[in-house]
Nanobody, 118 residues
């Protein structure tokens, strides 16, 4: 079964950018739809953006026009480019395989912390 590891988080000022990476091992990422999820303190985990095996993408309304999900199958990696970051984007970000706009189907990793603060 595919194992996914997130990286790229950090502390950034409002209006800044970050690029998160989700690297697959044990299996090729080409077989999976992948979603980026986030969980803020005291809130439920939510799906932020998703990309199908064919490269079709979707994102939640709150990040449309600011976040972009992409995949590089040759590098076994899915990215989340985050621009114009806002304090409400602060959360732990996770990637997971999914079907459609649905919950993660695999085990959850440790995620990567994104903190937007001045």
């Amino acid at each position: 079964q595919v194992q996914l590891v997130e990286s790229g988080g950090g502390l950034v000022q409002p209006g800044g950018s970050l690029r998160l990476s989700c690297v697959a091992s044990r299996s090729s990422i080409i077989f999976y739809n992948i979603g980026w999820y986030r969980q803020a303190p005291g809130k439920q985990r939510e799906l932020v953006a998703s990309i199908t095996r064919r490269g079709n993408t979707n994102s939640t309304d709150s990040v449309k026009g600011r976040f972009a999900i992409s995949r590089d199958n040759a590098k076994n990696t899915v990215y989340l480019q985050m621009n114009s970051l806002m304090p409400e984007d602060t959360a732990v970000y996770y990637c997971n395989r999914n079907i459609g706009w649905g919950p993660g189907l695999g085990s959850w990793g440790q995620g990567t912390q994104v903190t937007v603060s001045s």
